[in-house]
Structure formats: structure tokens, C-alpha cells
């Protein structure tokens, strides 16, 4: 089963911007429709993003992170990208990737998350 590392979080204040890396190894992320993920703790996880196995099918879970964040995907680097722009102190949480599971199961192994905390 693949394995997921997160990595690109950090203390950021409100307006400023955060890329988020998700290195994946064990199985290639160009097979999968891949996602970004939010969990606050306690409760269960949540898609902020998603992308499709080609990149050509993109949605974001609000109208607010639509206009503000960015999914990316770079197969030939087995890596999935999400660009935060303009960032909001309700931005704050941890962040995971893994497999779209809007599309089908999980097919890797969740991550250590990377943690987001936007001040104001």
C-alpha cells in the first residue's frame, strides 16, 4: 500500500500564503484521483480539494477556497501540491492528502498530516 508524506505547514498570518507538499511513494499518484483533506481534531476528515488522475477535473469543497487555493499534481514527481493564497484564520487546522474518496477507497496509507495555523 502507498505511503503519504505532508510536509509545508506552518504559522502564517492572515492574507499570506502556504504551499503544501504530499510526497507519495509505494504506488504512483497518477493512477489515482487525489485529494487534499482538513481535520480539525475530533472530528472526521473533510475534502478541501480534489483532482482528477489526468488534472483535468478539478473541485474545491467551498466558494471560499475555490478563489483561494490551488490543487496541483505533478505525476512525474509522484507529488500533489495545494497552493493557499489569501489565507484565512479559518484556514487553521491539519492537513492530509490520500486518494479521492468521493471516487473509491483509500489506496494509501494516511500521512503524518502537516499542521496550518493562521493568525490574525
Known amino acids: 500500500q502507498g505511503q503519504l508524506d505532508e510536509s509545508g505547514g506552518g504559522l502564517v498570518q492572515a492574507g499570506g500564503s502556504l504551499r503544501l507538499s504530499c510526497a507519495a511513494s509505494?504506488?504512483?499518484?497518477?493512477?489515482?484521483?487525489m485529494a487534499w483533506y482538513r481535520q480539525v481534531p475530533g472530528k472526521e476528515r473533510e475534502i478541501v480539494a480534489s483532482i482528477s488522475w489526468s488534472g483535468t477535473n478539478i473541485n474545491y469543497a467551498t466558494y471560499s477556497v475555490k478563489h483561494r487555493f490551488t490543487i496541483i499534481r505533478d505525476n512525474d514527481k509522484n507529488t500533489l501540491y495545494l497552493q493557499m493564497n489569501s489565507q484565512k484564520t479559518e484556514d487553521t487546522d491539519k492537513y492530509y492528502c490520500n486518494s479521492d474518496s468521493n471516487r473509491g477507497p483509500y489506496y494509501f496509507i494516511w500521512g503524518p498530516g502537516t499542521k496550518v495555523t493562521v493568525t490574525s
Open positions: 509505494g504506488r504512483n499518484i497518477s493512477d489515482y484521483n
